[in-house]
């Protein structure tokens, strides 16, 4: 009798802790529902914080949104930051699956402190670099001839290649037949160039598949060619320049640029910072070029890189294109208003919405993904309704 009782109670003991393990692994990714509104820590970076009922945003849908993205329903936010009237009034971090530039970090627990690939963002800083070296007179204008820096690959400077400027690298209009949305690693041209032992001679070696200036091409070797005309003019490579003459003056501490297989810093899509700071480099821009007080970009400059320069095919949705920043139309109450973006796979959004002085920064772990219900739709259709 004993002997059975003693069985019995091994045999509850032993499904006990089957139930346990499988209950714990079945929430093992599973994020808590539960979310209370709260402000923003106040923290010594020179960023204010304040409240949303206080800012004319809707608390309700604020909350609502929220619990969609804890219940993964616009899946694997990782954070959001809505900035309005200067202040930082809703901050919230997410875990989820992440990556860094590639490398699988399973599921992963994201803070204030953390890191984030930022991936085509990085481009909108190189943008932010070029403007600056023109203030430092380290290059004449926008309008200079690309090849001009380059005399060591004279022999790609073709006729047709003469009439690229600097100003066709920011608007992504070169001409040069370019790749980026093929799915083979060996046919896409980004890749490609990623894993060169000398990408700017693949670049600039790139055949013209339409006159220069007149038609937008999605272009990452644009961009790494910008960072290459840093390192000429200043002697610096885009991570110890941007550094120096962009992070350092925000009073962005922290921050990694991944570097392709050549050596050089991805300048297209290898930045890591945190959500605040993409927040101080989005506030550069709401501002006129001003942070705490201080010019640290040509307001001109900031004028111009918001300003649609070329439009985009339709199939890249309504608006156009600045100085590598995306300038997106949307509709709100019946009415155009234009968003000033900065874009990166899997979803890295940042929004300046100037009428409302307003912006949003959103980090995400979807990369190479096409989602309807992403990042961009969270925005459009959750954040936008929330602007009483």
């Given at each position: 009798m004993k002997i059975v009782k003693r069985a019995y109670i091994l045999k509850s003991v032993f499904y006990a802790a089957l139930l346990f393990v499988l209950f714990s692994c079945s929430n093992k990714h599973r994020r808590i529902s539960f979310y209370a509104y709260s402000t923003p820590r106040p923290l010594n970076d020179d960023i204010p914080v304040g409240t949303v009922n206080r800012c004319g945003l809707d608390s309700q849908k604020i909350n609502k949104l929220t619990r969609l993205i804890l219940a993964d329903s616009i899946p694997n936010i990782h954070s959001l930051l809505i900035e309005k009237d200067g202040k930082l009034i809703y901050e919230q971090y997410f875990a989820g699956k992440d990556e860094i530039w590639g490398k699988d970090l399973g599921y992963a627990e994201h803070s204030v402190n953390d890191l984030h690939d930022v991936r085509s963002i990085s481009k909108s800083i190189v943008s932010a670099c070029i403007g600056i070296a023109i203030n430092q007179h380290l290059i004449k204008d926008i309008n200079q001839p690309v090849f001009s820096f380059f005399p060591e690959y004279s022999q790609y400077n073709t006729s047709e290649k003469k009439n690229i400027t600097i100003r066709q690298l920011l608007t992504m209009s070169s001409g040069l037949s370019w790749d980026e949305g093929n799915n083979d690693e060996?046919?896409?041209?980004?890749?490609?160039?990623?894993?060169?032992?000398?990408?700017?001679?693949?670049?600039?070696?790139?055949?013209?598949?339409?006159?220069?200036?007149?038609?937008?091409?999605?272009?990452?070797?644009?961009?790494?060619?910008?960072?290459?005309?840093?390192?000429?003019?200043?002697?610096?490579?885009?991570?110890?320049?941007?550094?120096?003459?962009?992070?350092?003056?925000?009073?962005?501490?922290?921050?990694?640029?991944?570097?392709?297989?050549?050596?050089?810093?991805?300048?297209?899509?290898?930045?890591?910072?945190?959500?605040?700071?993409?927040?101080?480099?989005?506030?550069?821009?709401?501002?006129?070029?001003?942070?705490?007080?201080?010019?640290?970009?040509?307001?001109?400059?900031?004028?111009?890189?918001?300003?649609?320069?070329?439009?985009?095919?339709?199939?890249?949705?309504?608006?156009?294109?600045?100085?590598?920043?995306?300038?997106?139309?949307?509709?709100?109450?019946?009415?155009?208003?234009?968003?000033?973006?900065?874009?990166?796979?899997?979803?890295?959004?940042?929004?300046?919405?100037?009428?409302?002085?307003?912006?949003?920064?959103?980090?995400?772990?979807?990369?190479?993904?096409?989602?309807?219900?992403?990042?961009?739709?969270?925005?459009?259709?959750?954040?936008?309704?929330?602007?009483?």
């Open positions: 060996l046919k896409n041209c980004e890749s490609i160039m990623e894993h060169s032992s000398n990408p700017l001679a693949f670049i600039l070696s790139r055949p013209i598949a339409v006159t220069p200036g007149t038609t937008w091409n999605y272009n990452s070797g644009g961009t790494q060619l910008l960072a290459a005309i840093i390192k000429k003019v200043s002697g610096e490579d885009i991570n110890n320049y941007a550094t120096k003459n962009l992070f350092t003056p925000l009073g962005i501490t922290s921050h990694v640029w991944i570097k392709m297989d050549g050596g050089d810093p991805a300048a297209a899509s290898g930045l890591r910072l945190r959500s605040r700071d993409l927040l101080k480099f989005a506030m550069l821009y709401a501002n006129h070029g001003i942070y705490n007080q201080k010019q640290i970009l040509p307001s001109k400059w900031v004028d111009s890189s918001s300003t649609i320069a070329i439009k985009r095919p339709e199939e890249e949705g309504p608006g156009g294109y600045g100085y590598q920043f995306w300038i997106d139309s949307i509709k709100v109450n019946r009415k155009g208003l234009e968003a000033v973006a900065a874009k990166g796979n899997g979803g890295q959004r940042i929004f300046v919405l100037n009428p409302y002085h307003m912006i949003v920064i959103i980090t995400v772990g979807n990369y190479g993904k096409s989602l309807r219900n992403d990042s961009q739709a969270l925005f459009i259709h959750y954040i936008i309704p929330a602007i009483q």
